[in-house]
């Protein structure tokens, strides 16, 4: 017995299913809906209201300014005037030199973490892992305070030992204190982006290096010919986070300024912007500052991105 189908019936079957998933399912919405709604009210509400307070500006009427202060539309004037503040787009550049050398010195010592990790044995690898972890779970505050011990002088064993040496280094001296802060940085967060790469290594399937083994490849062309160039995504992801805590750099440089001198209320962009805020009483201008700062974040990172996947397609 056959049977058949008429044409004008399948067609109809196909364009409904069509329109079946079209449709949006409300069961993924319902999963979406929360995490929109804290989306909304913890990113997209916060920086519309900053970008709302740095179009204003507190105006004084009567003889010399002396009357009864009022807020009024400022437009572009508070990006201009901290666009004309020397120090404030000089902090742009120091934090650019920060990230230009901590950046990849901090993956470069994660990446061979991972790489060396995935090495040892499974009995030691956790054990490894939880301890080269473990500076990340330490606030930035109190890292800071850790590091500030062995920083300043007379206090330090390190400047002691090193001053017993004939050497008299001065880690929070004007041309150092930025190195110090790296370190700190670096000691820090080298851990966390250890474990995102080293995520990604597990994912890597087991056929790839029982073939390279096959082949003849030794632990160095294992590491570099099939490791490295799988483990890229990771390093991708790794590196956009750090460029945006780059910008963001505050809490370090925050604390050693009680010990550290070349530390200015101006010295990143984050830092002045806080600074304009709670000790100068000037939010609007701060709210602009830090509209700035997420600008060039936002730049910074869709930049890199959009370069790492264009060499992509091109290598394709």
Not at 3 to 15: E, F, L, N
Not at 245 to 271: R, S
Not at 284 to 311: D, E, H, N, P, W
């Amino acid at each position: 017995m056959s049977t058949s189908v008429q044409p004008g019936r399948a067609r109809s079957g196909k364009a409904a299913r069509g329109r079946r998933r079209g449709r949006p399912d409300r069961k993924a919405w319902a999963f979406l809906g929360p995490f929109l709604a804290l989306y909304l009210f913890a990113m997209v509400v916060p920086v519309l209201y900053a970008v709302y307070q740095s179009m204003l500006k507190v105006e004084r009427s009567g003889p010399m300014g002396l009357g009864e202060p009022s807020v009024g539309f400022a437009g572009f004037e508070n990006y201009s005037l901290a666009l004309h503040q020397e120090t404030f787009v000089e902090g742009f550049g120091r934090v650019l030199l920060f990230g230009i050398v901590q950046v990849p010195v901090m993956l470069v010592l994660a990446l061979v973490l991972a790489l060396l990790l995935d090495q040892v044995s499974h009995r030691w690898a956790g054990l490894l892992r939880a301890t080269y972890f473990l500076p990340y779970g330490i606030p930035g505050v109190i890292a800071t305070i850790l590091w500030g011990f062995l920083y300043v002088p007379g206090v330090s064993p390190v400047t002691s030992v090193l001053g017993d040496l004939g050497f008299q280094p001065d880690f929070l001296g004007y041309d150092n204190v930025l190195w110090s802060v790296a370190n700190i940085v670096v000691w820090q967060f080298a851990g966390y982006n250890m474990l995102i790469i080293i995520a990604q290594l597990k994912a890597v399937p087991q056929e790839l290096y029982e073939a390279a083994r096959i082949d003849g490849a030794g632990p160095w062309q294992t590491a570099l010919r099939i490791k490295l160039p799988l483990v890229r995504p990771a390093l991708v992801l790794t590196t956009v986070f750090s460029i945006i805590g780059t910008m963001q750099l505050f809490a370090e440089p925050l604390v050693l300024k009680k010990v550290a001198p070349a530390v200015t209320t101006d010295y990143t962009p984050n830092l002045s912007a806080y600074f304009d805020a709670f000790a100068n009483a000037n939010l609007y201008l701060a709210a602009a500052k830090s509209v700035i700062l997420a600008v060039v974040a936002m730049v910074l990172s869709f930049g890199f991105l959009s370069l790492v996947t264009r060499k992509q397609r091109s290598e394709r």
